[in-house]
């Protein structure tokens, strides 16, 4: 029933193929594991801050806030003079500007109100536009003036936890609680 020659030979290769499986050179090289690295490299590019650890760049939560109210000593509760950030709604119609935005990247240029975000602008206009908070709490609406200059000159944030001073002056802004103060070219989608 059984060919005893066929079941030998097919025992044979199998054996031969595991021990070839086996020998040095047909395994896969195990890769460097780099997490370490870049976690240290993430962390070198933050700001330190006095605040505990969950609040140094608090990602949706407004640590930074949470730890002046809970009674924390800290730079924001020393200076009265930080940017608390301003109310659009508090612009009367009659005051209302309009300014020349070019979205780079959506290959088109519109007018918006200062009174408007440039996200809900572009988000009128049809485009998908990436978000998350819509409070100035993330990276996520991220964009950056596309010259680079600083972005302190074109837009004014109502809220912004998230960006540095030194990446506004890069040109990086929130575009979610960005409203203009010029007329510039924003590239939409751009994080530091």
Same mark, same amino acid.
């Given at each position: 029933?059984?060919?005893?020659l066929?079941?030998?030979?097919?025992?044979?290769?199998a054996?031969?193929?595991?021990?070839l499986?086996? /020998?040095?050179g047909?395994?896969?090289?195990?890769?460097e594991?780099?997490a370490?690295e870049v976690? #240290?490299q993430? +962390?070198s590019?933050v700001? #330190?801050t006095? /605040?505990?650890?969950?609040?140094?760049?608090?990602?949706?939560?407004?640590?930074a806030a949470?730890?002046?109210?809970?009674g924390?000593?800290?730079?924001? @509760?020393?200076?009265e003079e930080?940017? #608390?950030? /301003?109310?659009?709604?508090s612009i009367?119609?009659?005051e209302?500007?309009y300014?020349?935005?070019e979205y %780079?990247?959506?290959?088109?240029?519109i007018?918006?109100?200062?009174n408007?975000?440039?996200?809900?602008?572009?988000?009128?206009e049809?485009?998908?536009?990436?978000?998350?908070c819509?409070q100035?709490q993330?990276?996520?609406?991220?964009?950056?003036?596309a010259?680079? @200059?600083d972005s302190?000159?074109? %837009?004014?944030?109502?809220?912004?936890?998230?960006?540095?001073?030194?990446?506004?002056?890069?040109?990086?802004?929130?575009?979610?609680t +960005?409203?203009?103060? +010029?007329? /510039?070219?924003?590239?939409?989608? #751009?994080?530091?």
């Amino acid at each position: 029933m059984v060919d005893t020659l066929g079941l030998v030979f097919g025992l044979g290769m199998a054996l031969t193929l595991v021990v070839l499986h086996f /020998f040095k050179g047909t395994s896969k090289p195990v890769p460097e594991d780099i997490a370490q690295e870049v976690l #240290e490299q993430r +962390a070198s590019t933050v700001p #330190e801050t006095d /605040f505990p650890e969950p609040y140094n760049r608090s990602i949706g939560g407004g640590g930074a806030a949470g730890a002046v109210a809970g009674g924390a000593e800290g730079e924001l @509760e020393d200076s009265e003079e930080e940017d #608390e950030g /301003f109310d659009p709604s508090s612009i009367a119609d009659d005051e209302v500007e309009y300014y020349e935005i070019e979205y %780079v990247k959506e290959g088109e240029t519109i007018e918006v109100a200062n009174n408007e975000t440039i996200l809900d602008a572009g988000e009128d206009e049809g485009w998908d536009l990436p978000y998350a908070c819509r409070q100035g709490q993330c990276l996520s609406c991220g964009g950056r003036v596309a010259s680079g @200059e600083d972005s302190h000159d074109f %837009v004014q944030h109502s809220n912004n936890e998230t960006l540095s001073d030194d990446e506004m002056e890069k040109g990086y802004m929130l575009t979610c609680t +960005a409203y203009p103060t +010029a007329s /510039f070219s924003v590239e939409t989608d #751009e994080t530091p």
